[in-house]
């Protein structure tokens, strides 16, 4: 399976902004989606959003859709999470996932990320 690694992650206050990264250890194939997920203390660990390799839109969640934006750098194999305007609630663990297509489920984890946002 592709290996994910995320990176960015840290300390932000109430307002600003971060991006994490996530670099898969190979080449992404056309056809996979890429996924972002997070999971909060004591959580479930949720959907954040998703971009398919080859293009189209991205979908988000409510939560976060108008604040975050997915993009992705095929030359460097990375995926990339823009986080503005970011509150307490978005303090989590943030983890990148890969999925084989669209319809596939996600079967790479990168091992997380923590995001902490202070109020």
């Known amino acids: 399976q592709v290996q994910l690694a995320e990176s960015g992650g840290g300390l932000v206050q109430a307002g600003g902004s971060l991006r994490l990264s996530c670099v898969a250890s190979?080449?992404?194939?056309?056809?996979?989606?890429m996924g972002w997920f997070r999971q909060a203390p004591g959580k479930e660990r949720k959907f954040v959003g998703a971009?398919?390799?080859?293009?189209?839109?991205?979908y988000y969640s409510d939560s976060v859709a108008g604040r975050f934006t997915i993009s992705r750098d095929h030359a460097k194999n990375t995926v990339y999470l823009q986080m503005n305007s970011l509150k307490s609630e978005d303090t989590a663990v943030y983890y990148c996932?890969?999925?084989?297509?669209?319809?596939?489920?996600?079967?790479?984890w990168g091992q997380g990320t923590q995001v902490t946002v202070s109020s």
């Open positions: 996932a890969s999925a084989p297509t669209r319809y596939a489920d996600f079967d790479s």
């Open positions: 190979e080449p992404i194939g056309s056809a996979y989606t």
């Open positions: 971009i398919m390799w080859s293009g189209g839109n991205p």
